[in-house]
């Protein structure tokens, strides 16, 4: 063991209580409140409407769910065609396979990382020609940065598609000066452990459209139908959130704007560190909104660096620091390769961003003396110019 491996390991992006968590899941308890619902899941649900602006709100068991529900209320079927980013992480589109309809992936633009909006235009108007629309397109807000949701939207509005957005990844993100999530025809979040405000695990469908959000919540809960004994016309889903889990989540809630500030004073420290080193480049911030930087991304160029993204990430392990590639994109994964042959539209930008990018450790807590020892490891893993 090298002396440095012996050090405390950094994690990628680990819970951070406020403290307050604690005084709202003994609230739980003392009330016997042990169920998946009750008065704290109310409260959540509705402190969650207040910070985002998102008048509707249902407190789920993942985000997962959350989509889940989002694409069976919109009728999702068998057969169908659902458009998502490819550059994403699996829950933002296995939902679609439940249902048994086809993801279709729409590659990454340079301004954003996400959903290029280009892309998706000349597909609709390929698919309108071809007489079969998707039911719904899936955008997902990458890593703390908002989609373009403004074109998204005038694109897909005179076809009558519905937009789900997934911002997982983006609470507290800003997109014209509004909140992530805002202004599609339903947004799901998550708050699994490394989200930017974790419950352990949970989700959170929100919608300005309040009967989408009761359809949710009574298919989250079985579908049962208003009676005394069990009553059912519909299947539905155990996916409700348990009133202890929902009271971490409105400690959570209470601390978001300070972990939003940690996450950009983390960018902004590696910025000034490593933004003049040759063949390093930071995930851009497009310039229409505020990114959170949940985790800060950095692509690594090979020839100009020294070494590629893998050896920096395996010198970064050695010295016990997580980091990750970016997400690999849906259209490579086995899964939808050969389980669900789907349609690519384009994918090399996606597939360039996961071959040189790294995600780096960008937990909230993280200290100046963190972050210093990942950078002067990043640096040090570079081969000596010749
Ligand atoms: C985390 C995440 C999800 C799913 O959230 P879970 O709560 O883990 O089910 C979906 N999409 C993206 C982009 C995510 O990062």
Known sequence: MTEHSKKSRIFLSPPHMGGEEIHFVQEAFDSNYIAPLGPQVDAFEKEFSEKTGIPHAVALSSGTAAMHL????????????VFASTLTFIGSVSPATFLGAKPVFIDADHTSWNMNPD?????????????????????????????????????????DIPVIIDSAEALGAVYKGRSAGLGARAAIFSFNGNKIISTSGGGMLASKDRELIEQAR?????????????????????????????????????????????????FEYYKRALDDVPGIEFMPEAPYGRATRWLTVILITPETFGVDRETVRLALEAENIESRPV????????????????????????????????????????????????????????????
């Open 119 to 159: 892309l998706l235009a000349e597909e609709l108007d390929r698919c309108k020609r071809h007489g079969k629309l998707p039911k719904a397109v899936i955008p997902t807000d990458l890593y703390g940065q908002c989609a373009d949701y403004d074109r998204i939207m005038e694109i897909c509005t005179p076809y």
């Open 218 to 266: 009574f298919l989250s809960q079985q579908a049962r139908d208003p009676a005394s004994h069990y009553e059912h016309s519909q299947i539905g889903y155990n996916y409700r959130m348990s009133n202890i889990i929902a009271g971490i989540g409105r400690g959570q809630i209470r601390v978001l704007d300070e972990r939003v500030k940690a996450k950009q004073r983390i």
């Open 327 to 386: 997400w690999k994109p849906m259209h490579l994964q086995p899964v939808f390769q050969k389980n669900y042959p789907s349609r690519a539209i384009q994918g090399t930008v996606a597939e360039d961003l996961f071959n040189r990018g790294l995600c780096l450790p960008s937990g909230s807590a993280m200290t100046t003396e963190d972050m210093d020892r990942v950078i002067e490891i990043i640096l040090k893993s570079r081969t000596r110019p010749k």
């Open 70 to 81: 989002a694409l069976r209320i919109l009728g999702v079927k068998p057969g169908d065609e």
